[in-house]
T-cell receptor, first 113, second 117 residues
Framework: AQSVAQPEDQVNVAEGNPLTVKCTYS??????LFWYVQYPNRGLQFLLKYITGDNLVKGSYGFEAEFNKSQTSFHLKKPSALVSDSALYFC???????????FGTGTRLTVIP | DGGITQSPKYLFRKEGQNVTLSCEQNLNHDAMYWYRQDPGQGLRLIYYSQIVNDFQKGDIAEGYSVSREKKESFPLTVTSAQKNPTAFYLC????????????????FGPGTRLTVL
């Protein structure tokens, strides 16, 4: 069975400060991990994914995420937050043998000017 | 939102009516998906199709139906059997349905917001 936990419904950070949005997962096999961002009344935009290889993955808009197998985590990070980063962020996982993605409940990020 | 279009953007349905949501992609992707989004619940999979003329139920298929007669189109019908259809509906596609498709990124359309009056 697959599951994803985003333990924080809301994250607030000051503009220019580093940001972290947390994600932990559970799968029976090798995980494929994804981060998406959603702006109000819009579809999801892909940010980055981990399939295999280097544990640090770099993606769009200066975001990166680190795969930690021992902690079963895939936290999203950015060194310096922008007000325009304010949005809803979703972590998703797919077991290598599964037919579909399983999404977390989302974390709302607010960057304060 | 790439090459995936959804229409209409807003849809209002009366009790007892069936409505159909359109999803079209020009990305030449084999796989297509329908998700439902409710506040605080993330996205839940309704149906998915890995290839033309084939589709599978997701986690919450009751009250919904789909067809996949063309590669580029995957319409979703919300039937009167769906007791709580008010939600934001998202369509997605990915390059491969099988044979390594688990690694592929899913790309999403802009969504349709359905409201039952």
């Amino acid at each position: 069975a697959q599951s994803v936990a985003q333990p924080e419904d809301q994250v607030n950070v000051a503009e220019g400060n580093p940001l972290t949005v947390k994600c932990t997962y559970s799968v029976s096999g090798n995980p494929y991990l994804f981060w998406y961002v959603q702006y109000p009344n819009r579809g999801l935009q892909f940010l980055l994914k981990y399939i295999t290889g280097d544990n640090l993955v770099k993606g769009s808009y200066g975001f990166e995420a680190e795969f930690n197998k021992s902690q079963t985590s895939f936290h999203l990070k950015k060194p310096s937050a922008l007000v325009s980063d304010s949005a809803l962020y979703f972590c998703a996982v797919r077991d290598a043998g599964a037919n579909n993605l399983f999404f977390g409940t989302g974390t709302r990020l607010t960057v304060i000017p | 939102d790439g090459g995936i279009t959804q229409s209409p953007k807003y849809l209002f349905r009366k009790e007892g009516q069936n409505v159909t949501l359109s999803c079209e992609q020009n990305l030449n992707h084999d796989a297509m998906y329908w998700y439902r989004q409710d506040p605080g619940q993330g996205l839940r999979l309704i149906y998915y199709s890995q290839i033309v003329n084939d589709f599978q139920k997701g986690d919450i298929a009751e009250g919904y139906s789909v067809s996949r007669e063309k590669k580029e189109s995957f319409p979703l019908t919300v039937t009167s059997a769906q007791k709580n259809p008010t939600a934001f509906y998202l369509c997605a596609s990915s390059p491969r349905g099988t044979s390594g498709g688990a690694r592929d990124t899913q790309y999403f359309g802009p969504g349709t917001r359905l409201t039952v009056l």
